[in-house]
């Protein structure tokens, strides 16, 4: 499977604040995704992202709120905006493997604290 | 969407005993994961088993899509199974392509 990496691993920000957080991937893959896992809670899709076109939102999700960049097959940002601490949770990028159809393996998450 | 439920939500065990987990899913899926988040919040991948059965070392899963529910079984476990089980789907509607469901998650704490 793809050796997926991100950062910053954890970041403690103050409201009203813009983070970028990053996501690497060591081979070329399609589409990457980012969830977000509030405290206590499950997994929940902000977007899908493919090279060379806009990110698809999930309901609930906006783009002036997430914007995602995805300059490359390797690499994409998720940028949490205009901080609030209900934006306290850990972030997660994933990406399809190459043997099962749409096997998705995730990136070690990035725990985001807002004061 | 799709719908994904998980029981039980919380599991409490003594090293050494077997579990159960389930999933059940409201539609028909594509995909059906089982990951066991760990406590510094890493995703493990445990099964990729849209259908079937497929078994890895104490661990083992069964898929009836038919019926819309999975199993994960855990046998003899040990205290490094402590942790969060979540099931996630991919439903088959064109919108649903590549994006995952996940379950409320079954909450696993293993004592020595």
């Known amino acids: 499977s793809a050796v997926i990496s991100q950062k910053p691993s954890r970041d403690i920000c103050q409201r009203g604040t813009s983070l970028t957080i990053q996501c690497q991937v060591d081979s070329q893959v399609t589409m990457m995704f980012w969830y977000r896992q509030q405290p206590g809670q499950s997994l929940t899709l902000i977007a899908t992202a493919n090279q060379g076109s806009e990110a698809t939102y999930e309901s609930g999700f906006v783009i002036d709120k997430f914007p995602i960049s995805r300059p490359n097959l390797t690499f994409s940002t998720l940028t949490v905006s205009n901080m609030s601490p209900e934006d306290s949770s850990i972030y997660l990028c994933?990406?399809?493997?190459?043997?099962?159809?749409?096997?998705?393996?995730f990136g070690p998450g990035t725990r985001l604290t807002v004061l | 969407g799709i719908q994904v439920e998980q029981s039980p939500p919380d599991l409490i065990l003594q090293e050494g005993a077997n579990s159960t987990l389930r999933c059940n899913f409201s539609d028909s899926v594509n995909n059906l994961q089982w990951f066991h988040q760990n406590p510094w919040g890493q995703l493990i991948n445990l099964f990729y088993i849209p259908s079937g059965t497929k078994q890895n070392g104490r661990l083992s899963a069964t898929t009836v899509a038919t019926e819309r529910y999975s199993l994960l079984y855990i046998s003899s476990s040990q205290t490094t199974d402590s942790g969060v089980y979540f099931c996630?789907?991919?439903?088959?509607?064109?919108?649903?392509?590549?994006?995952?469901?996940f379950g409320q998650g079954t909450i696993l704490t293993v004592h020595p």
């Open positions: 996630a789907v991919e439903g088959t509607g064109g919108t649903s392509y590549g994006k995952l469901t």
């Open positions: 994933s990406v399809e493997g190459e043997r099962e159809y749409n096997e998705q393996f």
